[in-house]
């Protein structure tokens, strides 16, 4: 994740007063922390990865960022079988970063999830700029153009795509 990144999530997260946060794709901890600089002091970032050795060496990278134990909760297994299991409205921001095949279905996933006023946002919408290249591309491209399609059509959402990393699809929920 780059410095742009990271400081647009810290900032969106703030924007929002992110008080319950659901973060899909754990990774190495990087986006977890800086949403939690953003969030409410006593705010919960809730992190779903398939992978729990990942979710291991972010406890550990939250834990040395200063970040007490309680304000992440982690729970292995891939999202679409752990998000229909949280609250509906529970949540001020859904930060997608998992795999971009589901992408749509973390939109669906998302929109129950959020609260009105809430910010869903994916990461990684350019794909190094594919989805702008005319040229053939792979599936996960194509999936990627129907997510940017789907947000920009729906009335639920007030869309835009930040121009940092490899792009930041923002939307508030109405």
Known sequence: MSPGTGAALR???????AKAVAEIGTGTGVSGIHLLHGMRPDGVLTTVDPEPERQQFARQAFRAAGFASNRARFIPGRAL????????????????????????DYLAESLRLLRPGGLVVFEGVFA?????????????VGRLRELLRAVRESQDLVPSLLPVGDGLLCAVKR
């Not at 900032?11 to 007063?17: H, P, S, Y």
């Open 128 to 140: 190094d700029g594919r989805t702008v290249d005319s040229g053939p591309q792979p599936a996960e």
């Open 81 to 104: 079988d752990v998000l229909p299991r949280l609250a509906d409205s529970g949540y001020d921001l859904v930060f997608c970063d998992g795999d971009r095949l589901e992408c749509l």
């Open 11 to 17: 900032l969106l997260a703030a924007t929002v007063d």
